[in-house]
């Protein structure tokens, strides 16, 4: 069965970055859209960003201007760089990859600590 692997998350200062990564194990047919939620204790999984297969990019507006989301269709992997990192941003952070079908995979989460 076809796994996200994740990886890249850590502890980091406020105003530091970050990168994250996302791979699948093996082939994933008939992808729609591509990326990363993130889960904050005692809240809901939010979105993140999001890439769809037309290149559709997606931000919520507490990332907007400090991540950046791309992805690499040939090797099946999605990207987030993060960078003047707050506080608030602190949650472990899951890839998603949808396929057209409405199937999902998820990665197994990795965590990301901004201390002030």
């Known amino acids: 069965q076809v796994q996200l692997v994740e990886s890249g998350g850590g502890l980091v200062q406020a105003g530091g970055s970050l990168r994250l990564f996302c791979a699948a194990s093996g082939r994933i047919l008939s992808i729609s859209v591509m990326g990363w939620y993130r889960q904050a204790p005692g809240k809901q999984r939010e979105l993140v960003a999001s890439v769809s297969s037309s290149g559709r990019i997606n931000y919520a507006d507490s990332v907007k201007g400090r991540f950046n989301i791309s992805r690499d269709n040939a090797k099946i992997a999605v990207y987030l760089e993060m960078s003047s990192l707050k506080p608030e941003d602190t949650a472990v952070y899951y890839c998603?990859?949808?396929?057209?079908?409405?199937?999902?995979?998820w990665g197994q989460g990795t965590q990301v600590t901004v201390s002030s």
């Open positions: 998603k990859v949808g396929r057209w079908d409405s199937v999902e995979y």
